[in-house]
């Protein structure tokens, strides 16, 4: 200790680091509960209120007992200690307060505190146990530490060790093995849940070019994993990986037939020269967007074209395009054309308009009319029906919405993004991972697949929603919370494909539910954005 402890409120509060053994409930009492003194602050006073019933049978207890058990204790503490010197509810996230890091919150980090109590310590942090960042550990700090006792972290050495695993078993197989062997490079989406194996899907023949080139949409997820492990392991290995299955994608500059492109690029050559800096990465980011923007935007219906003709339905734009905007932004703002700023702004706002319900909900696919650019249809293609919910396109808007508020600081972006994220968060089952849609019927029982797709990109796209947020938006608590609770869930034994035969990460995957192919399996772009979320809380919180 730094100094001693004196007083009897004083004395009190030292008792409570040493007899803190109860977990926190799981509910939470208001503010206004814990202004035991009514006088619009929630301090010393309000504390001492506690001192005088601390360990009594009572009545209300002064209003001390808060969860009407009869007795004041811990538990009435440790809902008192989230509004400590505060009227707003805000928290340090969980793993701050593991301040060892060893995936648990408990008496070892609380020895940290107990260290560190009431010194005034700016320049060192007081080892992490200043989680207020007010250059003093003190009632604050420990009020924040108690909200998590015995709380259990993500066990991020355990996951990336599995990841590694996973992704080395991967490489050999796709390199070395000739079921995988194409006229090219060999980009599989999901793995067969009978054999574990991914499942060969290479390029297509372009018979105008004669020559093979352009993947399916998610082909951008097998080098946007690959730098992800290089960024995060700093192993040559994974850099040479990366860099080959970035540049056997270099025909996506040119892609014309879809959106795609918008996928690809920034996954590959978008995160290549995020890490490397490397210039022709940034020429092949202009050129894809040059080559999207003058082959699939209206300037009269103002949304850049997803798929071609689908049926009798010309000009489709569908929810995933906001993730697209990410490229159009970036290549406005880093040598490319300044205008296409304006298009992916024109794309947002009526993707705003015409994708998104009233109650926060999205039509995955809007049609336009090419002549009066009025809206013809709003439909689902990987929904159940028409006027229910695909879960991993509401988890797409989450994220493509955030980055137009990053691009803009338009408020409307953040209104929107938060609007979507309460819709799929609030329709979550219990363990926080999504069915592929959220009102597909219970019967027949191949309809109640999950989707952990749905779920990890959902993560990601909240934990990056939440570094927007004040901490006096009471909403930032709710996302944080989602995300860690998904995040939790798909390490899990359940989800996790850990002890199975699975080449993947993540199992429960789900493309479609109306079909049998991608369904309840390993995806790749599951996995991909299951390692971007994981790189996102450890930088938040970590």
Request: hydrophobic share 40%; glycine share 6%; with cysteine.
């Amino acid at each position: 200790m730094g100094k001693n402890i004196t007083g009897p409120i004083n004395w009190i509060l030292f008792s409570f680091l040493w007899i803190f053994v109860s977990p926190l409930p799981a509910h939470a009492v208001s503010v206004v509960d814990c202004d035991l003194v009514k006088d619009y602050n929630i301090d010393w006073q309000d504390l001492e209120v506690f001192s005088r019933h601390w360990l009594d049978t009572c009545g209300d207890c002064n209003g001390a007992d808060l969860n009407d058990s009869g007795t004041v204790n811990m538990t009435d503490f440790a809902l008192f200690a989230p509004y400590w010197q505060t009227e707003i509810n805000y928290a340090v996230a969980a793993p701050r307060c593991d301040l060892v890091k060893d995936y648990k919150i408990d008496i070892k980090d609380l020895g940290i505190i107990v260290d560190n109590w009431l010194l005034d310590c700016t320049t060192n942090d007081c080892n992490g146990s200043d989680l207020d960042n007010n250059g003093t550990v003190n009632m604050a700090d420990f009020a924040f530490f108690a909200q998590h006792w015995n709380a259990d972290c993500l066990d991020l050495g355990y996951l990336w060790g599995f990841i590694e695993q996973q992704w080395t078993n991967t490489m050999y197989d796709l390199t070395h093995v000739s079921t995988y062997a194409t006229p090219d490079a060999n980009y599989p989406r999901a793995v067969n849940p009978t054999t574990g194996k991914w499942i060969p899907l290479g390029m297509g023949w372009l018979s105008d070019l004669n020559r093979w080139g352009y993947v399916h949409w998610a082909g951008g997820y097998i080098p946007g994993s690959l730098w992800y492990m290089y960024q995060h392991t700093s192993d040559q290995t994974w850099k040479n990986y990366a860099q080959s299955w970035t540049k056997r994608l270099d025909y996506e500059q040119t892609r014309t037939k879809d959106h795609e492109a918008g996928f690809i690029v920034p996954r590959s050559f978008g995160l290549g020269y995020k890490i490397t800096s490397d210039p022709n990465y940034k020429q092949i980011i202009i050129n894809a967007t040059d080559t999207l923007i003058d082959n699939r935007y209206n300037p009269l219906i103002g949304c850049i074209k997803s798929w071609n003709k689908v049926g009798n339905k010309p000009y489709t734009v569908i929810i995933d395009g906001m993730m697209v905007l990410d490229m159009v932004f970036w290549a406005s703002k880093n040598g490319g054309e300044p205008a296409w700023y304006n298009v992916a702004v024109s794309h947002a706002n009526k993707t705003m308009a015409n994708n998104v319900r009233p109650n926060g909900s999205v039509w995955q696919a809007v049609d336009y009319n090419e002549v009066t650019g009025a809206v013809d249809l709003k439909w689902n293609k990987q929904g159940y029906n028409n006027n229910t919910t695909w879960s991993r396109g509401q988890a797409w808007d989450i994220e493509g919405f955030v980055i137009a508020y990053r691009e803009t600081l338009d408020p409307n972006y953040l209104t929107t993004a938060k609007k979507i994220a309460n819709y799929f968060i609030d329709h979550l089952p219990p363990d926080y991972v999504p069915y592929w849609d959220f009102n597909a019927p219970e019967h027949p029982e191949a309809r109640q697949v999950r989707d952990t797709s749905a779920a990890a990109i959902a993560a990601s796209g909240l934990l990056d929603l939440i570094t927007f947020l004040s901490d006096y938006d009471p909403a930032k608590q709710k996302y944080q919370n989602a995300a860690v609770n998904i995040l939790n869930s798909l390490a899990s034994s359940t989800y996790l494909a850990d002890g199975t035969n699975s080449m993947g990460i993540l199992l429960h995957g789900t493309a479609n539910g109306n079909n049998t192919s991608e369904l309840d399996t390993s995806l790749m772009y599951g996995d991909h954005f299951f390692i971007e979320a994981l790189m996102r809380y450890e930088d938040l919180f970590y």
